[in-house]
């Protein structure tokens, strides 16, 4: 179907910019780094409505969770700050909640490295019993980091632009997706071309560079392993990237 006739190109109200960051996974370093790249390309464009949004996983695998979740919830003064969960903060919430099924997955999916940006002590996360691991967390993550956690959006959309960590399922309207798929699908997604009531925006399934495709836009590059945070700026008809290995790069119309 699409390809018959000419859609108009998505874009966003006038007046409004958008930005979006990938899986950060603890690097807090890399977020720093991009967060102030952000901020020099907002100023240097004109005046406009700007939302940062946060696809999610903000969480795992890196060093610096903690500081990682701090600094989004200090959000940045030159924007609106949104931060939607990903499937990592789920999982981290359910083992708080005290699932000792999950933690052992969670632990080999990055969680010791989030423990112990808490401040838990490593001879608890690596000889402890789950209990005792749960609840050295439990008493580790303050009140409002958890609460903060737990109310974290799992979608948001703004123009013609839909933001979300995983995906969406094809074929569903997209107030009726559920956040399982939302937070966790990938191949049903990632493989269709199928256009969406929106262009999807997400995180969640790695690639190397950019994946910019008619119906979504891919920004998880692995940072965590590959020291490359993707952004994508979005304003008008215009997309442009940005990354803390290439910076400012290429501007696509
Ligand atoms: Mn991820």
Redesign the pocket.
């Known amino acids: 179907m699409f390809g018959m006739f000419r859609r108009p190109a998505p874009t966003l109200g006038a007046g409004e910019r958008a930005y979006a960051i990938g899986?950060v996974?603890g690097r807090h370093d890399l977020l720093a780094a991009l967060l102030d790249m952000l901020r020099s390309d907002n100023a240097s464009r004109p005046k406009a409505d700007t939302t940062l949004i946060m696809l999610g996983?903000l969480i795992d695998r890196g060093p610096d969770s903690r500081k990682v979740v701090e600094r989004a919830r200090q959000g940045v003064d030159w924007a609106r700050s949104i931060s939607l969960m990903?499937n990592?903060e789920a999982i981290m919430l359910d083992v708080l909640d005290g699932d000792t099924e999950l933690l052992g997955r969670w632990l080999r999916f990055g969680g010791e490295e989030t423990l112990l940006s808490w401040g838990v002590a490593p001879s608890i996360v690596q000889q402890g019993t789950r209990a005792e691991i749960i609840e050295a967390f439990n008493h580790a993550i303050t009140r409002d980091e958890r609460t903060w956690l737990s109310r974290l959006r799992k979608h948001y959309r703004i123009g013609d632009y839909y933001f979300v960590h995983a995906g969406v399922r094809p074929g569903i309207a997209l107030r009726n997706q559920s956040d399982e798929d939302r937070l966790w699908i990938r191949d049903e997604f990632l493989e269709s071309s199928k256009m969406h009531e929106a262009i999807i925006v997400h995180?969640?399934s790695i690639i190397p560079e950019v994946e910019e495709k008619q119906n979504r836009i891919g920004l998880?590059t692995g940072a965590y392993s590959t020291g490359r945070l993707t952004a994508i700026g979005i304003e008008g008809r215009e997309r442009w990237f940005i990354d803390t290995i290439d910076g400012p790069a290429s501007t696509k119309a």
């Open positions: 899986d996974h996983d990903g990592h995180g969640h998880d």
